[in-house]
Nanobody, 120 residues
Framework: VQLQASGGGLVQPGGSLSLSCARS????????MSWYRQAPGKQRELVAT???????TYADSVKGRFTISVDNAWSTVHLQMNNLKPEDTAVYYC???????????????WGKGTQVTVSS
């Protein structure tokens, strides 16, 4: 399983960006697909999660501004980010918690990050 994140960039405060995370490789079960972020000098933090039952959870700092979604095949997870603030500046990473085959182990995977910079 590989994850490829895209969609980062530079945006002004109040603007919007949409991140995508494309998954390749076979899967048997999805437990969670998530977006994390890491700002300079800070620990990586969970931004948003969507469970296999499509239950969505958000960090308090992004509630009402960010939306996580997934296509029906669970091949791409999106993060729509609206009303961006300078404190949203970070490298964003996608993460998956899944089972690649019915008899295989439950495993987690990270994609390479994509930089989001919010600045005027």
């Amino acid at each position: 399983v590989q994850l490829q994140a895209s969609g980062g960039g530079l945006v002004q405060p109040g603007g919007s960006l949409s991140l995508s995370c494309a998954r390749s490789g076979s899967i048997s079960s999805i437990y969670f697909m998530s977006w994390y972020r890491q700002a300079p000098g800070k620990q990586r933090e969970l931004v948003a999660t969507i469970s296999g039952a499509k239950t969505k959870t958000y960090a308090d700092s992004v509630k009402g501004r960010f939306t996580i979604s997934v296509d029906n095949a669970w091949s791409t997870v999106h993060l729509q980010m609206n009303n961006l603030k300078p404190e949203d500046t970070a490298v964003y990473y996608c993460h998956s918690d899944l089972r690649s085959s019915a008899r295989g182990p439950r495993s987690t995977y990270w994609g390479k990050g994509t930089q989001v910079t919010v600045s005027s």
